[in-house]
């Protein structure tokens, strides 16, 4: 393990390794998955827990039709919004997004985050993931833009009769290497938050108020926008094509690459 880690990209490490079957796969035989992202929030967890339980994502995900995929019902296990310190009157505070589920599909946790930003806001309502998870009234996705994969971790991962074999040695360095990024990123935040702190206290001694900080989650959101004219509601935005629609225009192409065939 020791080996393949120095050839991995730095934030790749390789904690353990066990025989498999021939048929074994890490995408479609694991049983439970748990995904990750520290995010800067508030307001959330009453709509996060609208996710918990067996629904059709289809609004809440990349449909990918034409890899296959049709059925959109995944079982969300558990989503929690805890925070990661105790300064709650912090605008930098931080907080942590947990997902459990049994299985996601193709971009459903950013676009599940990207919708909780918009209620998290003031924006929405949190009354929007009841409507967007009733596929009889919206059988639409509306057009919305994902939270980024910045803060996103596939944190955990389950599955049934696999005996890991874990190397002493390889935790020891895995641990010196996270220290290692720990440190170099804890000197990069630090910095930039001592001048942060400089440019506020600036404001506070001599040019008033600070506006703090409307536009945190820019990078962490593409549909990020403040509260304005210019802000359209979800459910009066275009929408893509139904799932439906979908399936009959791949089958539509599907013959006709057989006819020219």
């Not at 991995?8 to 074994?24: G, M």
């Not at 389950?158 to 170099?184: G, I, K």
């Not at 630090?190 to 001048?195: N, S, V």
Request: a neutral charge; charged letters at 25%; one cysteine or more.
């Amino acid at each position: 393990m020791h080996i393949l880690n120095k050839l991995l990209p730095e934030d790749i490490r390789v904690l353990a390794w066990a025989p498999v079957t021939a048929d074994f796969s890490a995408r479609f035989s694991c049983l439970q998955r748990t995904s990750k992202g520290s995010l800067d929030i508030s307001r959330m967890q009453a709509a996060a827990q609208k996710f918990v339980g067996e629904h059709d994502f289809r609004n809440f995900c990349k449909m990918d039709v034409a890899g296959g995929t049709t059925n959109f019902r995944r079982r969300i296990l558990s989503f929690d919004i805890n925070p990661l310190d105790n300064s709650p009157s912090s605008p930098y505070q931080m907080h942590e997004v947990t997902i459990t589920g049994l299985a996601f599909l193709w971009h459903q946790v950013r676009c599940m985050v990207g919708v909780l930003f918009l209620i998290g806001s003031g924006l929405e309502d949190v009354m929007l993931v009841d409507k967007m998870l009733d596929i009889e009234k919206c059988p639409r996705k509306p057009q919305y833009g994902m939270a980024s994969e910045i803060p996103l971790m596939l944190f955990d991962c389950v599955f049934e009769d696999v005996n890991w074999q874990r190397d002493e040695q390889a935790y020891e360095h895995l641990v010196s290497h996270f220290q290692a990024l720990w440190t170099a990123q804890m000197v990069r935040a630090t910095m930039l938050r001592r001048m942060l702190d400089s440019l506020e206290y600036s404001f506070l001694t001599g040019l008033g108020t600070p506006t703090l900080p409307s536009s945190q989650l820019a990078p962490l959101v593409t549909d990020q926008k403040s509260k304005s004219k210019s802000y359209k509601p979800m459910m009066s935005r275009q929408t893509s094509a139904s799932l439906d629609e979908l399936i009959d225009y791949h089958q539509s192409k599907r013959r006709r690459l057989d006819e020219e065939d």
